[in-house]
C-alpha cells in the first residue's frame, strides 16, 4: 500500500525543485543599441508598440527563429530583434523615486536618486542590495526590491 504522506512529501519536494530551477533559469537581455523597437509580432511587418533605449532590461518569455518574446518592468510584452539585445546587465527602477547610497544599507550616505523608470548598469550584487551606475556618472549602491532586472 502506498504511503500518501511520504508520496505527498516527495511530490512538494519535487515541485519547489521544479519552481527553483524555474527562477534560476530566468533569461535576462538588455538593448545593446542606441534605440530599438519592440514589435507587436516577431517580424519587421509587426507594429512598433514601444522605443527602448540602450541598457533597457528585458526578460525572455519565448523565441521564434531570430526574434525574443520580451516582458518589461511593467508587464509590457513585444518582440525584439535578437541581434539587437545583449547580455550586459541592467536594471530600472520601478519605485517612484531610490536612493543611490555610498554603501550597502540604509545608514549609509545618499549620493543621489534614481527615478522611476530610470535605466541603471548593474555592477555588482550583495545580499539585498544591487552597486548601479548611471550612464557615464554616479555610482552606488540601491535596495534590490526597488528595482527590476538582473
Do not use: C
Not at 523597437?37 to 511587418?45: E, F, K, L, P, Y
Not at 536594471?91 to 536618486?113: D, E, F, H
Amino acid at each position: 500500500m502506498l504511503n500518501l504522506k511520504k508520496w505527498s512529501r516527495g511530490l512538494l519536494a519535487i515541485t519547489l525543485a521544479a519552481s527553483a530551477a524555474a527562477l534560476q533559469a530566468r533569461e535576462m537581455v538588455s538593448v545593446a543599441k542606441a534605440q530599438i523597437n519592440m514589435r507587436a509580432g516577431a517580424g519587421t511587418q509587426h507594429a512598433t508598440l514601444w522605443t527602448l533605449t540602450r541598457g533597457y532590461p528585458l526578460e525572455v518569455t519565448g523565441r521564434q527563429g531570430q526574434w525574443y518574446k520580451v516582458r518589461d518592468f511593467e508587464n509590457d510584452v513585444g518582440w525584439v530583434y535578437r541581434p539587437l539585445v545583449g547580455k550586459t546587465p541592467h536594471v530600472v527602477v520601478k519605485s517612484r523615486v531610490a536612493n543611490v547610497r555610498s554603501a550597502p544599507g540604509t545608514r549609509s550616505r545618499i549620493l543621489g536618486k534614481a527615478d522611476h523608470g530610470e535605466v541603471l548598469r548593474t555592477l555588482e550584487h550583495r545580499n539585498d542590495w544591487v552597486r548601479v551606475q548611471r550612464e557615464g556618472g554616479l555610482k552606488g549602491w540601491i535596495a534590490r526590491r526597488l528595482l527590476w532586472g538582473w
